[in-house]
């Protein structure tokens, strides 16, 4: 579980994080959903320790971020997993070689193991075996972040962080690697917290959502309480293309 | 200021570089896979350059030699002397410049526009000693691409001179050995180091603090090769007032 407790982040004089309080279960998907610019990212990046907050705590199962030495944040990180929004594969690696650099970089043991671990998470997140020694450039988008999603779980996370998982992918497939990061969330009973502003997203995947506004958490629910909310500033965004706005509209005449 | 603040945060990478290392045995294999693009990737275009360099420079020499009083063997001492003094050292590393340089920012670059440093970072790994610290260690070897030039340019300029039917083979040789002074081939191979530790970290200072897409990459490439070769040029000049004046 993570919980972030009133947290402020400002650039320049220009506060994009205004006061945050949320808590992202574990064993949940947990979404922040916004516009551009809300502060999506700045809230993912400060819950990394990529960005300090100004103020504010970030608690990970408990324990105060800030209150972490230098040593337990390099611990912590090892718990982390992160799917980022291109990917962020090692272009000078294969597959294997991307999905084994934790293992390699963090874990004892021989080569063997750390090889066999790779293919279990290749499976898992069905990758064949073809693809396994091609390079990212070779192979298609879909399976980059597929690559992606294994290079985070190898290693037993505890918290997986996904920026935007499927921006640049075809609705069918971003509701596989949707359905994908879910599926994971539960096996490995971790808690998941994805930043999207895709609604078939939310639909999907929408266990717990924080809606960000202007650096302000301006709603949070799940997945069934989104769509019956008449919060104006949720609905907009909600109902912001013409799919949804039919859906809406079909609401409210009660069809 | 933003002089100020690009050499300040030169010094702050540097600190980095030499902070929290990798993995010996990921750390042993990246270092070999940099000696093989930087150094032995490099040899050829060095062998080329050096040895037709070194023959222009016999060539020129010999040509504008008029005066019957001036030795013939001259003209080796000439290509001796500029080729170990400034050719090798100074024009090869910039030559470099533009070769190692530019690869060395553009696939930092590169590695930050596409959020591959990000996520290095995020798994708690120095990307700073993962990136730049196995290409000064391989750079440490480019003494020995600098030896191969002069050794190729000196050749270059015997072939040039002695088969061009400017001087005898025994001229040439005497010419070589004309007021040899050691302390040269010191002077020369030092300021090679400090060229090859400005070839590593300079660049690598341009990809890794890029912002931007991949358009930035490429500019990011030209103001590293600019000011690679600026600070070579500047290191050189102060190394030989200190050195040699």
Redesign the interface.
Known sequence: MIEVKDLHKSFAEQDVLKGIDFVFENGKTNLIIGQSGSGKSVLLKSM?G?FTPEKGIIEYDGKAYSDFSPEQK?EL??D?G?L???G????SMTVEENVM??L???KKGRKKNHLDRVHEVLERVNLGTESRNKYPAEISGGMQKRVAIARAIVNKPRYL?CDEPNSGLDPKTATIIDNLIHELTVEYDITTVVITHDMNSVLEIGENIAFLKEGVLAWKGDKSQIFKTDDETVTDFVYSSDLFKKVRQAQLQGL | MSYLHSIGEYIIMIKGVFGRMTKRSVLKELIFKEIDELIIGSLGIVAFLSFFIGGVVALQTALNLNNPLIPKSLVAYAARQSIILEFSPTFISIIMAGKVGSFITSSIGSMRVTEQIDALEVMGVNSLNYLIFPKIVAMLTYPFVIAISMFLGITGAYAAAVFGGFLSPEDFIGGLQDDFIGFHIFYAFFKTFLFAMILATVPAYHGYYMTGGSLEVGKASTTSFVWTSVVIIVTNYIVTQLLLS
Do not use: V, Y
Request: net charge positive; charged share 25%; glycine share 4%.
């Open positions: 990394l990529i390099r990180r090892k982390i992160m980022f929004q291109g962020a594969l090692f272009d650099f934790p390699r970089m963090f962080f």
